[in-house]
């Protein structure tokens, strides 16, 4: 079994904030995993004791173009549901803002303890309009609004409570941890690079339409082959 680690890093700053140059990184490195026979799982990670704390907003208001750096952060948040290879979220510490849109779009997430979990835009008077969109997708309106109309992250226990990461435990067991859910959906094998991106889309169709679709997929996977 092999894992690649990602690690979520801005030399610039601290937070690991997300720019259009720290996404670029992260689009290139998740594609050249995915893009890696040898590579059977991706973690994904924060420098330092941060998982990451979103869109980098002080460089916005310096002058940086918001469409520039919400465009980056919706097409990383599009591309990881797509990926071939399972992905784990090895949440290090807080993952608030849009770091916490990055652990609602994971496979799976293993936390510490003292992480907070969520976005905090409203306490600031923003919205957080595109970091609201993956948690609203992973949580359902009802523990998404919780969060996001309040402005106060989940706690690691409560973010396990409303199943926005599946496992906390201490930190010096959190790669241990985080790898053990990749071993788990390892067990697949080849099958996960039609079956993973079959199962975000089939959560983004209508139930009727995913049956449909899913029986078309299961014919191909299962014609004898010539």
């Not at 059977?40 to 980098?56: H, K, N, P, Y």
Request: aromatic share 6%; hydrophobic share 45%.
């Amino acid at each position: 079994m092999t894992v690649t680690t990602i690690t979520i890093s801005n030399p610039s700053g601290e937070g690991n904030l997300l720019n259009p140059d720290v996404i670029a990184r992260l689009v290139g490195e998740l594609q050249q995993a995915d893009g890696d026979p040898a590579v059977t799982g991706i973690m994904l990670t924060g420098a330092g004791s941060v998982f990451c704390s979103g869109l980098d907003i002080p460089a916005i208001k310096a002058g940086g173009d918001p469409v520039e750096f919400a465009t980056a952060l919706a097409g990383l948040l599009k591309l990881v549901p797509t990926l071939s290879t399972p992905i784990v979220a090895a949440i290090n510490g807080d993952a608030v803002a849009s770091g916490a849109s990055l652990v609602a779009i994971m496979d799976y997430a293993v936390c510490t303890p003292d992480a907070r979990i969520g976005t905090r835009e409203v306490s600031l008077g923003i919205w957080p309009m595109v970091a609201q969109v993956p948690l609203i997708q992973r949580l359902g309106a009802r523990w998404a609004m919780e969060n996001v109309g309040s402005g106060e992250p989940f706690t690691a226990e409560r973010a396990r409570e409303v199943g926005l990461v599946n496992e906390i435990v201490a930190p010096e067991r959190l790669h241990e941890a985080a790898q053990a859910w990749l071993e788990k959906a390892a067990r697949a094998g080849a099958v996960t690079a039609v079956g993973r991106p079959a199962f975000y889309r089939f959560a983004e169709l209508g139930y009727d339409e995913a049956l449909d679709a899913s029986v078309e997929l299961f014919a191909e996977m299962n014609r004898p082959a010539r």
